[in-house]
């Protein structure tokens, strides 16, 4: 249980006359996606073939085009803009700073070769020529970054240091929860990037060979076309977000979530865990599905298409809405911005109310198979609906969370669920159990 006693920083963002303000916009996300996908369109004229590049390449261009539009359009609060040279550069700090950065990376190094998740998997085993590259510039690139914020951050004694100094003196720096906050949000990292990232360059490799022709096929190809079109938007961000957690540009983790309860019911809904143990053995929830049911061009398949479509289209919307702020069970800034302006968890609505139109559990014709498959997917909504509030309980130790969610309870577009189901609203959590 977290403690006042435990520091963790605070919001980066002050509260305005008691209203939370968005730590990211969503115009400036959707523009920066644009600017990507320009890119890649540029990248699929030339043939590009190595899609590892690719993949940095685009991540770069995202970030930095997100950073300067909102150093151009919001100059108050661009992060670059919050910065001021405090002080000459300390080196020892520096290179006690590297030291927990080397340290983190080979720990992670070690649970990648011996874990048969990673090592023996044809998907992850995708992450790695990626990792080849790009780590040898971060620990280069590391040597600036920590001098520059060396220079300009107030907190020069941060997790890095604290971890790097207690390795090369074998002391004591820092408290239970601060420790235990270091490692989970490098083991979200490290997790969930090596998830994401595959994921991003196989659309990439989609993307750019793909035979528009294709397309004369039907409605069909147009579904599985659109499809890879929206999780490529999807992915973008996710894992664009899990790389650029930089205090430079107020995307740091500032807490992991603290609970086990937390981390279950997340993990429990990404691979290994869920192909492998939970949907096949406890929410294996499958369904004729939209497109065996109905007859292609019929006017219930056009239904599903549309809805399933745009739920989709809704639930990458949701993640852009995040930027390079989107993470997993972290809380790396307020988000009130798209369609968190609308409600606190629409990935989570829009992704599960496509499940039911495309999987259609309820048309089995055996009504008992109907009955059992339509629970098991509503069994998932559940664990989506614990995740949300495991979320809920996380974030509201900051002042900023509480006032959005407040908000929510009167603005959000499904609070006339509150209405009927009291247990959805969101209840502040008491004093007692806050930090600040």
């Given at each position: 249980?977290?403690t006042?006693k435990?520091t963790i920083r605070?919001?980066?963002?002050?509260?305005k006359?008691?209203k939370?303000?968005?730590?990211t916009?969503?115009y400036?996300?959707f523009?920066?996606?644009?600017i990507g996908?320009?890119a890649?369109v540029?990248?699929r004229?030339?043939?590009y073939?190595d899609y590892?590049n690719?993949?940095?390449l685009?991540a770069g261009?995202?970030?930095?085009s997100?950073?300067?539009?909102?150093?151009?359009?919001?100059?108050r609060?661009a992060p670059?803009r919050?910065?001021?040279?405090l002080r000459k550069?300390?080196?020892?700090r520096v290179f006690y700073?590297?030291?927990?950065?080397?340290?983190?990376?080979?720990?992670?190094?070690?649970?990648?070769?011996?874990?048969?998740m990673?090592?023996?998997?044809d998907?992850?085993?995708?992450?790695?020529?990626f990792l080849?590259?790009?780590?040898?510039?971060?620990?280069?690139?590391?040597?600036f970054y920590?001098?520059?914020?060396?220079?300009?951050?107030p907190?020069?004694?941060d997790?890095?240091?604290?971890v790097?100094y207690a390795i090369t003196?074998?002391?004591?720096?820092?408290?239970?929860f601060?420790f235990?906050?270091?490692?989970?949000?490098?083991i979200?990292?490290?997790?969930?990037?090596?998830?994401?990232q595959?994921?991003m360059?196989?659309?990439?490799r989609w993307?750019?060979?793909?035979n528009?022709?294709?397309?004369?096929?039907?409605?069909v190809e147009?579904?599985?076309?659109?499809n890879?079109?929206?999780?490529f938007?999807d992915?973008t961000f996710?894992?664009i977000?899990?790389?650029?957690?930089?205090k430079?540009?107020?995307?740091?983790t500032?807490?992991?979530e603290?609970t086990?309860f937390?981390?279950?019911v997340a993990i429990?809904?990404?691979?290994?865990?869920?192909?492998?143990l939970f949907y096949?053995?406890?929410?294996?929830h499958?369904?004729?599905?939209w497109?065996?049911?109905?007859?292609?061009?019929?006017?219930?398949f056009?239904?599903c298409?549309?809805?399933i479509?745009i739920?989709?289209?809704?639930?990458a919307l949701?993640?852009i809405?995040?930027?390079?702020h989107?993470?997993?069970?972290?809380?790396?800034?307020?988000?009130?911005?798209?369609?968190?302006?609308?409600?606190?968890?629409?990935?989570?609505v829009f992704?599960?109310?496509s499940?039911?139109f495309l999987?259609?559990?309820?048309?089995?014709?055996?009504a008992?198979?109907a009955?059992?498959?339509s629970?098991?997917?509503?069994?998932?909504?559940i664990?989506y609906?614990?995740?949300a509030?495991?979320e809920?309980?996380?974030l509201s130790?900051?002042?900023?969370y509480?006032?959005?969610a407040l908000?929510?309870?009167?603005?959000s577009?499904?609070?006339?669920?509150?209405?009927i189901?009291p247990?959805?609203?969101?209840?502040?959590?008491?004093?007692?159990?806050r930090l600040?």
């Amino acid at each position: 249980m977290i403690t006042k006693k435990d520091t963790i920083r605070s919001h980066y963002l002050p509260l305005k006359e008691g209203k939370a303000q968005s730590e990211t916009s969503f115009y400036i996300n959707f523009v920066s996606m644009l600017i990507g996908v320009l890119a890649l369109v540029v990248c699929r004229h030339f043939g590009y073939k190595d899609y590892t590049n690719l993949f940095i390449l685009f991540a770069g261009i995202i970030t930095v085009s997100i950073v300067s539009l909102e150093y151009i359009f919001f100059p108050r609060t661009a992060p670059l803009r919050q910065w001021k040279i405090l002080r000459k550069v300390n080196w020892k700090r520096v290179f006690y700073k590297e030291v927990a950065l080397l340290a983190s990376f080979g720990v992670i190094a070690f649970f990648y070769f011996v874990l048969p998740m990673f090592s023996y998997n044809d998907f992850t085993l995708q992450y790695f020529p990626f990792l080849k590259k790009i780590v040898p510039w971060i620990m280069l690139g590391s040597v600036f970054y920590f001098a520059l914020m060396d220079k300009i951050d107030p907190e020069v004694k941060d997790d890095y240091y604290k971890v790097g100094y207690a390795i090369t003196h074998l002391k004591k720096t820092m408290t239970k929860f601060e420790f235990g906050n270091y490692v989970r949000s490098w083991i979200v990292k490290a997790f969930w990037l090596s998830l994401m990232q595959p994921a991003m360059i196989v659309k990439i490799r989609w993307l750019i060979t793909y035979n528009w022709e294709m397309m004369k096929d039907g409605p069909v190809e147009w579904f599985w076309t659109a499809n890879v079109i929206v999780f490529f938007m999807d992915l973008t961000f996710a894992s664009i977000g899990y790389m650029m957690g930089l205090k430079l540009f107020n995307t740091q983790t500032r807490t992991a979530e603290p609970t086990l309860f937390g981390w279950t019911v997340a993990i429990m809904c990404y691979w290994p865990f869920w192909q492998n143990l939970f949907y096949p053995f406890f929410l294996k929830h499958e369904g004729p599905g939209w497109l065996k049911t109905f007859e292609t061009g019929s006017v219930m398949f056009w239904c599903c298409f549309v809805i399933i479509i745009i739920m989709e289209l809704l639930y990458a919307l949701a993640t852009i809405s995040a930027g390079i702020h989107f993470s997993n069970v972290t809380y790396r800034g307020l988000w009130r911005t798209g369609l968190y302006r609308y409600t606190k968890h629409p990935a989570y609505v829009f992704k599960n109310i496509s499940w039911w139109f495309l999987f259609l559990p309820f048309m089995w014709t055996d009504a008992s198979k109907a009955f059992r498959c339509s629970v098991l997917l509503f069994g998932l909504n559940i664990v989506y609906y614990l995740r949300a509030r495991t979320e809920e309980r996380h974030l509201s130790h900051y002042p900023e969370y509480e006032a959005y969610a407040l908000e929510m309870n009167e603005k959000s577009i499904f609070r006339w669920c509150a209405k009927i189901l009291p247990f959805l609203k969101y209840k502040p959590l008491p004093k007692d159990k806050r930090l600040f």
